[in-house]
Every structure is written in structure tokens, then in C-alpha cells.
Antibody, heavy 121, light 107 residues
Framework: QVQLVQSGAEVKKPGSSVKVSCKASGGNFRNFVLTWVRQAPGQGLEWMGGINAMFGTANYAQKFQGRVTITADEYTSTVYMELSSLSSADTAMYYC??????????????WGQGTPVTVSS | EIVLTQAPATLSLSPGERATLSCRAS???????LSWYQQKPGQAPRLLIYAASTRATGIPARFSGSGSGTDFTLTVSSLQPEDFAVYYC????????FGQGTKLEIK
């Protein structure tokens, strides 16, 4: 069973950046497609982007283009999400998730525990 | 961008009753690309259904999904106390988007 363990809570100033990590265990990391989803307090789920760990290719939601970078380190089986130019609107729980790709669809079948990020002056 | 609209926003039912949750897409979504998730307070989401009607590993048979095109449904045949949660539909036919969620609460 794949397990995803995320880094701890972050408190950041407006205008700064945050980098959250997600370490995978229990599977072949190179075969993973990994995604980042965030959830603002009391709100729904919002897809940010994902990465194919084998090829290192990432794609991003249009909303976050230019502000988010997702990378993967196959040697440590860790995926990273860096979000820049933070504002209070970025205060949220950030989740990494692994996809189970079948056919052309990749639903998210394993989730990390979440990393709370607070942006406050 | 495909917008998913879930209805109702809140559904109040009693244990043992049948729950029917709706997810409508702003444009046609091949059913293969429609999934459902359950989220309980303080927890990460959990995959329930993928490809519109296939239960994920370990999901009880009381959960079922159906639909095609723009209209999809998640049904819980007989609600158990642990089923009261928020449910999200999600598509990855064109980029990725989630519905806004349906809160299933105890009546």
C-alpha cells in the first residue's frame, strides 16, 4: 500500500514562497503520477497541478500558471510543490495525492495527510 | 474549463435511508473520467468511485455511481452513521476540476 507523508505546517508572510514536500513509500515512485490539491478553510477542493514522476513532466491549472512549480526527486521518492507570491487567499490545507491511471483517466487513490499553510503578516 | 455543479448543497437524511447525489457537468464528460470522493472533517478525501461506476478498493457495495454525458449520480443505498460526510465529484476529461461538494448530514 502506497503511503504519502507530507511536510509540516507552514506560516508565511505575504509575498513570500512556500515549498511543501510529499514523500512516497510502498511503491515504484517512477510509475507514479502525483498531484497537488488545496482546500481553503471551509471550502471545496481545488486542483493545482501534477507531475509524471517517470518523465518529470508537470502540468498546472491555469489559475496557478507562473506561480506554482511541481518537481519530483526519484532518488528520495519525494514530490515538491512550491507556490510563490503568497497572499492571504493562499491560506489552505495542501494535499498531495497519487493517481491510479486507468485508460486515460487518473483518479486520486492515495492522499497525504495534508499540510496547513497560513499566510499572514 | 469544465464546471461541475453538485446538488443539493446539503442533504439531510436519517440512517437507513437512501441518498442520491447529483453532479452535472457544463459540457459532456466521457464517463470514464468522472470520479467521486468522500471527505470527513479533519481528513483527506477518499476515492469512492471512478470511471463513473467502478467502486475503488475497499468501498462498500452500498455506494454506487451512474450516469453519462453531463449528468452523473452517486447513490448510497442505505446510509450508515459513518457515511455522513462531504462528497465531491471530479473530472479529468479536460484538465481537472471538482464540484463544490454536497454535505450529507444526519437529519
Amino acid at each position: 500500500q502506497v503511503q504519502l507523508v507530507q511536510s509540516g505546517a507552514e506560516v508565511k508572510k505575504p509575498g513570500s514562497s512556500v515549498k511543501v514536500s510529499c514523500k512516497a513509500s510502498g511503491g515504484n515512485f517512477r510509475n507514479f503520477v502525483l498531484t497537488w490539491v488545496r482546500q481553503a478553510p471551509g471550502q471545496g477542493l481545488e486542483w493545482m497541478g501534477g507531475i509524471n514522476a517517470m518523465f518529470g513532466t508537470a502540468n498546472y491549472a491555469q489559475k496557478f500558471q507562473g506561480r506554482v512549480t511541481i518537481t519530483a526527486d526519484e532518488y528520495t521518492s519525494t514530490v515538491y510543490m512550491e507556490l510563490s507570491s503568497l497572499s492571504s487567499a493562499d491560506t489552505a490545507m495542501y494535499y498531495c495525492a497519487k493517481s491510479y491511471c486507468t485508460g486515460g483517466s487518473c483518479p486520486f487513490d492515495n492522499w497525504g495527510q495534508g499540510t496547513p499553510v497560513t499566510v499572514s503578516s | 474549463e469544465i464546471v461541475l455543479t453538485q446538488a443539493p448543497a446539503t442533504l439531510s437524511l436519517s440512517p437507513g435511508e437512501r441518498a442520491t447525489l447529483s453532479c452535472r457537468a457544463s459540457q459532456s464528460v466521457t464517463s470514464y473520467y468522472l470520479s467521486w470522493y468522500q471527505q470527513k472533517p479533519g481528513q483527506a478525501p477518499r476515492l469512492l468511485i471512478y470511471a463513473a461506476s467502478t467502486r475503488a478498493t475497499g468501498i462498500p457495495a452500498r455506494f454506487s455511481g451512474s450516469g453519462s454525458g453531463t449528468d452523473f449520480t452517486l447513490t448510497v443505498s442505505s446510509l450508515q452513521p459513518e457515511d455522513f460526510a462531504v462528497y465531491y465529484c471530479q473530472q479529468d476529461y479536460s484538465s481537472v476540476s471538482f464540484g463544490q461538494g454536497t454535505k450529507l448530514e444526519i437529519k
